[in-house]
């Protein structure tokens, strides 16, 4: 059975028009390659996982897409000398499906990036080895993640860097009511997924 999340529908629904079908299409390239994929959604933007690590990402722009493999370096046509990696990911700026590559590269590329993950290789430099102390949580942004269970469930999956984001942004407010019109606003997006600045992330919401 895929393992499905709404909140990618929902991403791909908010695309721009002409990145919505770019999309879908990389996502079914994935589960027919990948039947065991999970997908997830991490710093804003969509995410597939296998053997309990990120297998690759695809994020919608204004008038492109990215799509990219976690450890695309170490993958034969994908990372080394001259691989583009100018658009969070490994294949360009891609603004078609025409773009993509074969149906057949594509899913031996993924094939290749599963075991990677299933003989648990790390990527040199990728990894994180270690992290900025974590942020203090505002009581005010305490308070409402512990009425909104959704909201808070995004916020304690988000990494470090992202719940900072958040935390810093209603630290900064100087005046009670633009701490609290921040709060509200923070509660809101966490419970739709989205990381602080998404808006920069992922395309225009459909209108």
């Given at each position: 059975m895929a393992l499905t999340d709404p909140r990618i529908d929902a991403y791909i629904d908010k695309a721009a028009p002409f990145?919505?079908?770019?999309?879908?299409?990389?996502?079914a390239r994935v589960h027919a390659?990948?039947?065991?994929?999970?997908?997830?959604i991490k710093w804003g933007f969509p995410h597939f996982l296998h053997a309990g690590a990120i297998l690759c990402s695809m994020a919608a722009f204004k008038q492109h897409v990215a799509f990219g493999f976690w450890k695309g370096a170490l993958i034969e046509?994908?990372?080394?000398?001259g691989a583009r990696d100018d658009a969070m990911g490994q294949?360009?700026?891609?603004?078609?499906?025409?773009?993509?590559?074969?149906?057949?590269t594509l899913a031996a590329i993924?094939?290749?990036?599963?075991?990677?993950n299933e003989q648990?290789?790390?990527?040199?430099?990728?990894?994180?080895?270690?992290?900025?102390?974590?942020?203090?949580?505002?009581d005010a942004l305490a308070k409402a993640l512990a009425r909104n269970a959704k909201a808070r469930r995004t916020f304690e999956a988000f990494a470090p860097s992202?719940?900072?984001?958040?935390?810093?942004?209603?630290?900064?407010?100087k005046r009670d009511d633009?701490?609290?019109?921040?709060?509200?606003?923070?509660?809101?997006w966490l419970a739709e997924g989205k990381a602080r600045h998404w808006k920069y992330e992922s395309g225009p919401k459909a209108t």
């Open positions: 990145a919505q079908p770019i999309l879908r299409e990389l996502r390659a990948c039947p065991q994929v999970v997908e997830t046509g994908v990372g080394g000398p294949f360009g700026r891609i603004t078609a499906v025409r773009e993509l590559p074969p149906k057949r993924i094939r290749r990036a599963m075991e990677l648990g290789v790390k990527v040199p430099g990728r990894e994180r080895t270690k992290s900025r102390a974590e942020a203090e949580v505002p992202h719940r900072r984001e958040y935390c810093e942004w209603i630290a900064e407010a633009t701490r609290e019109r921040r709060v509200a606003q923070a509660i809101d």
